[in-house]
């Protein structure tokens, strides 16, 4: 797409009705605004877009470029930690894709992130992936052995090329010969012709032994080069590989070399420090190894730091999966038949970005998801999904206590209480705030943990996307709640009917604003 200003590209975005067209549109806008800080987090809100728009059509070469765009995004704007997730993240894809370029010019970027940082093992790491990307994308360009069979194979081409021109000229020629009128003849008849006559017909049957002693010269010689050029091949086909892997090898040592000084200084100064902190702490265990009292404390300390990480993986994870964590290293998949899950989404949160610091608009957020995370720690039989962005997920029933749809709807209502005191309070400082729409739905999910270095607990499925689809038709202020929801807490609280809603890619859905408990006073 060539480039175009962001108001022709804003202005094509609103006609556009493909999702190929739409994809390209957000990307090429976020690529414009990314230019600017005033205009970043345009550009950041854009590359959402876009890459929601790929990942429904399951394209990894733009997920691999959205990505890597997304990681500039957050490169530019600090947030070293997310631009470092959003480049891993599209270097798989760009590799999914098929696109080793991409994924070498991502690594590059890592490593350069690492760089500066002053993580050179990471910088290391990420420089040998994009070496071995390029050492399978590249061509190798041949060794001194390949080139010179590969000349000699052409030179045998040509030679035989060469002798089948000549054996049809020949041909051509000895028929021609054999085709003249009056053409040889026995030697048996020469007494019925004159002189001259028997003169010329021994000259054409001398011509003709000639040609066809040539033409038999050149089928052995044919034959010989034939011979020539299989044992070539096959000599080639014994090199190529070994040859192949050679050149390979040479090529990712010579990039490897370009880095080698500077990484073995700094390598050398590590291990240096490293040594230095080895002695001093064996001296000091050495000295010490004798007194039980130490060696108690050590192990309480151990215990203290272990039951921390125990805390900090039960944040994460739900309890029953990361204990199956920590005694296998991986977790199975999960199918819930009955969950509710929660989603909220903050009205015009990028536009009320756009008037706040960072430092504020990270404080805003830190305090609202705060506040929702202890609403929903007095509900057992709630677990946090994630958070994405400005949403907030969290789901009943998918920790191993019992599903609960009224708890939700409780933890919701709550939710919103906590929003309205906060809105008060901001309010009368003059300060912009956040307001919220709530949607639960009920219904089967499958849950599992994805990832490696940074794995991450989640669900999947239709019941999450209608839970977000209830999010998305509520109002600010309001819990709207699907009919199956419905269905589990009519007996408990106060419902308004809605009607049926029309929900993005489900058609007409019965929907309900929930108010208060049954029973409540207003």
């Known amino acids: 797409m060539s480039a175009q200003s962001a108001s022709t590209l804003e202005a094509k975005l609103k006609k556009a009705t493909s999702t190929s067209d739409k994809m390209e549109l957000k990307y090429e806008l976020a690529k414009i605004y990314n230019k600017s800080n005033s205009t970043r987090s345009k550009a950041a809100r854009y590359a959402k877009d876009a890459y929601l728009l790929a990942k429904d059509k399951k394209d990894y070469f733009m997920l691999g470029k959205i990505g890597f765009l997304d990681g500039d995004i957050h490169e530019k704007n600090r947030d070293t930690p997310r631009a470092l997730s959003r480049y891993d993240a599209a270097k798989d894809n760009a590799v999914r894709a098929g696109d080793n370029n991409l994924a070498i010019a991502i690594l590059k970027k890592v490593a350069q992130l690492h760089t500066r940082s002053k993580k050179y093992r990471e910088a290391y790491l990420a420089t040998n992936e994009a070496l071995s990307l390029k050492g399978k994308g590249a061509s190798t360009g041949g060794s001194s052995t390949q080139t010179r069979l590969i000349n000699e194979n052409t030179k045998l081409e040509n030679e035989n090329r060469r002798l089948t021109k000549d054996k049809e000229r020949l041909s051509n020629e000895l028929?021609?010969?054999?085709?003249?009128?009056?053409?040889?003849?026995?030697?048996?008849?020469?007494?019925?012709?004159?002189?001259?006559?028997?003169?010329?017909?021994?000259?054409?049957?001398?011509?003709?032994?000639?040609?066809?002693?040539?033409?038999?010269?050149?089928?052995?010689?044919k034959a010989e080069t034939e011979k020539r050029r299989a044992r070539l091949e096959r000599k080639y086909a014994a090199l190529s590989k070994e040859d192949l892997e050679k050149e390979a090898l040479l090529t990712e040592t010579k990039l490897e070399n370009e880095r080698a000084s500077n990484f073995n200084k700094i390598l050398g100064l590590a291990?240096?420090?490293?040594?230095?902190?080895?002695?001093?702490?064996?001296?000091r265990l050495s000295a010490n190894r004798k007194s039980k009292k130490e060696l108690e404390e050590k192990n309480g300390l151990i215990a203290t730091e272990q039951k921390k990480a125990d805390e900090l993986l039960l944040n994460i994870l739900p309890a029953p999966i990361a204990a199956?964590?920590?005694?296998?290293?991986?977790?199975?998949?999960?199918?819930?038949?009955?969950?509710?899950?929660?989603?909220?989404?903050?009205?015009?949160?990028?536009?009320?970005?756009?008037?706040?610091?960072?430092?504020?608009?990270?404080?805003?957020?830190?305090?609202?998801?705060?506040?929702?995370?202890y609403?929903?720690?007095?509900?057992?039989?709630?677990?946090?999904?994630?958070?994405?962005?400005?949403?907030?997920?969290?789901?009943?029933g998918v920790n191993g206590k019992a599903h609960k749809a009224d708890d939700l709807v409780k933890a919701a209502l709550e939710m919103q209480e906590f929003l309205e005191e906060?809105?008060?309070?901001?309010?009368?400082?003059?300060?912009?705030f956040f307001e919220a729409r709530i949607g639960i739905h009920s219904g089967p999910v499958v849950a599992g943990v994805v990832g490696f270095k940074k794995f991450a607990y989640d669900i999947w499925g239709d019941t999450v996307n209608l839970a977000a689809r209830m999010e998305s038709n509520s109002e600010v202020g309001k819990v709207n709640i699907s009919a199956t929801t419905y269905q589990k807490v009519r007996h408990l609280f106060s419902c308004d009917h809605r009607g049926k809603i029309a929900a993005k890619n489900l058609g007409q859905v019965d929907m309900y604003f929930v108010q208060q408990p049954v029973g409540a006073t207003a």
Not at 187 to 214: F, Y
Not at 375 to 396: R, V
Not at 422 to 432: G, I, T
């Open 271 to 283: 291990v240096g420090s490293l040594c230095m902190f080895a002695i001093l702490l064996f001296g």
């Open 324 to 373: 199956e964590l920590k005694a296998n290293g991986r977790a199975k998949a999960q199918k819930f038949n009955d969950v509710s899950v929660l989603f909220t989404d903050f009205k015009n949160f990028s536009g009320i970005a756009e008037r706040m610091s960072p430092v504020d608009l990270v404080d805003e957020l830190d305090h609202c998801f705060k506040g929702f995370d």
């Open 375 to 396: 609403i929903i720690a007095q509900y057992p039989s709630i677990e946090k999904i994630k958070t994405i962005g400005d949403a907030y997920m969290c789901a009943s």
């Open 175 to 221: 028929y021609a010969i054999k085709g003249k009128k009056g053409g040889p003849i026995s030697a048996g008849a020469t007494s019925v012709l004159t002189r001259e006559e028997a003169a010329i017909q021994r000259e054409r049957l001398k011509e003709i032994e000639e040609k066809e002693k040539q033409l038999q010269s050149m089928a052995s010689e």
């Open 422 to 432: 906060y809105k008060l309070d901001r309010q009368k400082r003059s300060k912009v």
